[in-house]
């Protein structure tokens, strides 16, 4: 993965998070609090899970162990 993709990616994982506040807030509104939270569940776990993933990669790259490429170099 280079530097790129990273970036890409964290992006993504952060607007699932935030697609997910949306999706349960409108999805309350009109079809009630279980509802929503279910329709809120997978955006909100996969989006978690990305950026937890993208967390240990910037932090192995840190340390050395398994490197983001950079294209520039």
Do not use: H
Request: with cysteine.
């Amino acid at each position: 993965m280079d530097r790129e993709g990273f970036v890409k990616l964290a992006v993504i994982g952060i607007g699932l998070v935030i697609l997910s506040f949306f999706v349960r807030g409108f999805s309350q509104l009109a079809l009630g609090r279980g509802i929503a939270e279910m329709l809120q569940a997978p955006f909100a776990l996969v989006g978690f899970c990305i950026v937890v993933y993208l967390f240990i990669r910037a932090t192995l790259d840190a340390v050395g162990i398994w490197e983001v490429e950079n294209p520039d170099a």
